[in-house]
């Protein structure tokens, strides 16, 4: 399995995205997750921003990235597309982050829902739309060759059944999961349940883990964390991470494990990464 981690891990740090390439080449860490803005920012154009935009060329990307041997794992395109606007905002901007993906030699794109139930839809309207959109997108990631994974990160998809319509939406090898250890357990779930039902389609994984303190006010009322403050290997879901890599393993996995937590400028996702590799040696998973 390869190492990687989400770049929003340096958010609070505000590092810019070749920073975040210099922290993987220090930690001997060779591929990388970031997400993708659909146009130009302020805190991007000053810097200060460690994630990628459209304005940026991805050729010359890929050129930095193999100056620094490090890859991307998965380009993060999650605008919600189980809402009414899912159809005018996200199949544009996941389309051109997919036309990006491809020419910086990145093999995967994420997609995921909303957080909460579509204002003005009932379950199964809302359901169609996503149908409708999937079809469209997983067209073109066909062409592309390049896996249009669905995020565990929202109302339907910490929803184990919901999830499984979501992944029959298209028949498709190119229709996968990215499975989140930390979303799947902060809406009520575990991690094990989805690893266990669905670890064929998965393509790329989040490892979050989640504190005590954030599971005993929220789990069970939330759907997803979007940056955890608790490093991998500390939380109350560390045991349910360890199993669900055991999960993988036996099913031949061996794709990417982004680790997702605040970076703090490094000490809590360098202790992630420590408790990451030494779980792997653990579990004889090999790092690829």
């Not at 609070?12 to 220090?26: I, Y």
């Not at 990307?61 to 919600?80: C, E, F, G, N």
């Not at 073109?140 to 979501?166: C, K, P, Q, S, W």
Request: glycine share 8%; hydrophobic share 35%; with cysteine.
């Amino acid at each position: 399995m390869r190492i990687s981690f989400h770049t929003d891990a340096f958010s609070s740090v505000c590092w810019n995205f070749e920073k975040c390439l210099q922290w993987a080449k220090r930690n001997k860490v060779r591929a990388i997750e970031c997400g993708l803005v659909d146009g130009v920012s302020w805190m991007h154009g000053l810097g200060y921003y460690p994630h990628l935009s459209t304005a940026d060329d991805p050729v010359a990307l890929r050129k930095t990235m193999d100056d620094y041997d490090v890859h991307l794992s998965q380009i993060d395109a999650a605008y919600p597309l189980s809402g009414k606007d899912g159809p005018y905002y996200g199949i544009p901007y996941v389309l051109n982050a997919m036309r990006y993906a491809k020419l910086c030699g990145c093999p995967r794109v994420c997609t995921t829902d909303g957080l909460h139930k579509p204002e003005g839809l009932d379950d199964n309207e809302a359901m169609g739309l996503m149908k409708r959109t999937y079809q469209t997108l997983v067209e073109v990631a066909e062409r592309y060759e390049i896996d249009l994974t669905i995020e565990i990160h929202g109302y339907f998809t910490t929803n184990i059944e919901r999830l499984a319509e979501m992944l029959n939406f298209v028949d498709s090898p190119r229709l996968c999961l990215n499975l989140d250890t930390g979303n799947s357990f902060i809406a009520g779930g575990n991690p094990i349940d989805f690893a266990s039902r669905f670890a064929k389609k998965v393509s790329h994984v989040h490892i979050k883990d989640v504190s005590k303190a954030l599971a005993d006010s929220l789990r069970g009322g939330a759907t997803g964390i979007a940056v955890s403050e608790s490093a991998v290997g500390d939380g109350v879901n560390a045991d349910n991470i360890r199993k669900t890599l055991e999960i993988l393993r036996d099913n031949g996995y061996d794709g990417p494990l982004s680790i997702e937590c605040a970076g703090e400028g490094g000490p809590l996702i360098e202790k992630s990464l420590d408790w990451l590799r030494k779980t792997l040696k653990e579990l004889n998973i090999s790092e690829n």
